[in-house]
């Protein structure tokens, strides 16, 4: 599965049309024609495909009788284009259709223009300025007897921000009102005012139920505001081959291979983490780690502990083991021992503490996921923790701890858009991770991965895979102990980042509403044992 680009899109859609299997024309007749099928699919109430036209009105039911209305906006380019194509069909599905353009019809793009002639040849077509006044009063009128609204006005050509005639649909008063009528909102592509490439809102958005998109998901669907926006996205295939370089994979399946054990070795040979934990009163972030990376497989995992916390971890742990690490010094000594292959710093480790122990883990040169404190306690000179990192690192922050990471990328992600494409999480976890040298995974409902190879994977928790309960204190941290039990077992960073990432959303889902950060773990034989591992 992967997610692309508008560019990539546009590429795609034109080594197409180059190589002569099709023209923009037929591409934008299946575009159009997906959209009316996704309709009758997510909606059958709406399909009257089968019902008979033959018996006189006599006979017909009330249903029958009044025709499903539709209003269909249209905006200056092809995603309007594909709107009057929905009409057309509509229309000769027995609908009552209303056709809108905001734009000159005069510069529509070409076979944009030929459908919109061959809808207006027979039918009205009601246009108004691109720039001119919200249609409210015009739009409010008509909603009373209609069953669907067609979005049809940007799609992944979006540039500025949405305004204008049409904008009224973004308007939250006249959404709800639609919504209580029962009224359908289909946005072609990506729902208008919704960067395609982002997710992120340009202005304002059209609030879908559902929207279809062609081929293949483009970020914007499953980035920041993307899934609030869309309602279910659909994809419909229009014919079109994907193209090999430069896409961004959106993770939905792991690897099985990667996570059974050969049925030789022993635990030795499944790695040895171990995870630093913080002082007494704050342990539990660090066993919550432990448990994780233990889960996941790790042949041992060890909470390297300070005096201080000693007793406390000893009293709560079983399977766990516990070495004293006190400080730099304490850390280098436990690092003689080679079999340590992971290590996993940050869950609750304190300010001092990270600031003291990071830079002797970094030294030894194993694979380390640093998350949480261990990030930010370099807030004041993230530099310096940039300099020291290798590429077995993994890093972990959420959005706070990326911008104390990474000020000035996240304050480009962050920014007033006036234009787009705008620059989205993808691109910020790629400059990331690219500066950092290492693996970054940005955390979120949409989770984004990046290696400095610009290897990019996209993790969400959104639509089918929504884990909203995830959102609980220490989440987090069980995810940097999968991270590390994952590297400890021999996962190349990305590999485990990913495969982490994906399994902490499945454990979240496996176990449903009334999660805590404890039940994860817990949740991974199940997972497993779906994977026949
Ligand atoms: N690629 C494919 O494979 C296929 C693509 N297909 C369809 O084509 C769609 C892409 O079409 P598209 O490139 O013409 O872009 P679209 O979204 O119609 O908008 C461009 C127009 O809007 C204007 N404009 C932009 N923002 C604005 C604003 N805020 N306010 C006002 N105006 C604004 C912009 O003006 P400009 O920036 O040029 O000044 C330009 O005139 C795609 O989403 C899909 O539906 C399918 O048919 C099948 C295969
Ligand atoms: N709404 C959500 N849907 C899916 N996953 C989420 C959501 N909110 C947070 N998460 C995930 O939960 C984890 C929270 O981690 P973090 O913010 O570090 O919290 P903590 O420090 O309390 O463990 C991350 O993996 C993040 O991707
Ligand atoms: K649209």
Redesign the pocket.
Known sequence: MELLTAAQMRAIEQAAIKSGDVTGLELMERAGQGVVDAIFEEWPVLDRRGASPSRSPGYLGPDEEDPLRAVVLCGPGNNGGDGFVVARLLQKQGWAVEVFLCGDPEKLPPDARVNYERWGAKNEVRVSAVDSAPLADDFLRVPKGIDLVVDGVFGTGLTRPFAGAFSMLANAPVRDLLRDRGVKVVSIDAPSGLCADSGRILGQAIVADMTVTFHSKKLGHVLGDGPVTCGAVRTKSIGLETLEDGQIVHTTEADEVKLSKGSVGHKYSHGHALILSGGAGKTG?ARLAARGALRVGAGLVTLGVPPSAQMEVASQITALMLQRVDGADGLSETLEDTRLNALCLG?ALGFERARALVPMALAARRATVL??DALSAFAEDPGALIAQLHDECVL?P?GGEFARLFPDIAAQMNEQLANGPAFSKVDATRAAAKRAGCVVLF???D?VIAAPNGRCVVNS?VYER???W??????????AGFIAGLLARGLAPMQAAETA?WL??EC?RQFGPGLI?EDLPEQVPEVFRKLNI
């Open positions: 972030a869950p998350d949480a972990t959420h955390k979120g409902p989770t928790a929504a884990a909203p995830l959102a609980t204190a220490g989440s987090g941290d069980v995810l990432a902490h959303v979240a950060a």
